[in-house]
């Protein structure tokens, strides 16, 4: 009787186990970067994906009529001032243009890489570098003894 119980519960045990490897592994999605979606080529079109990179200023073209929005992203803040020929993403949104979008602000996007080779983002997110940057604590008098 005892051993029924016993082999029921590892049963149970393995199964709630695979259950949750499986829907982490299934809804883990990692960050790639420009020049790894341009390495893989065409496998990756069609796929869902996240990129990250940094924002060309010179390449936002916003239309409010239509609501959409294109930019190119780089990999490294580096890369924003190099004279040489850098890898560039082309991101394409459609929806309400963020405030925080500006010259060298990091994009997150997730969406699907297109077989032009143009990243179709269904979720942006925005980070601006000047007003997360880590700041210095003012320091604080001591009293006199």
Known sequence: M???F????VIIAAAVVYLIVSSISSSAQYYLTVKEIRGKGQ?????NLRVS????????AYNPQASSLSFD???T??????????DTLKI???GPKPDLLQHEAQAIAEGK????????????LLKCPTRYEDQLPTPTPKPAQ
Not at 77 to 86: I, N, Q, S
Not at 113 to 124: Q, R, V, Y
Request: proline share 2%; charged share 20%.
């Open 2 to 4: 005892r051993t029924k």
């Open 6 to 9: 016993l082999i029921g519960g």
């Open 43 to 47: 496998a990756m079109a069609g796929r």
């Open 53 to 60: 990179g940094f924002v060309v200023g010179d390449s936002i």
């Open 73 to 75: 992203i780089v990999d």
């Open 77 to 86: 803040h580096e890369e924003l001032t190099a004279t040489t020929k850098v």
């Open 92 to 94: 394409l949104y459609t």
């Open 113 to 124: 890489l297109n077989p032009d080779g143009t990243f179709t983002a269904s979720n942006l």
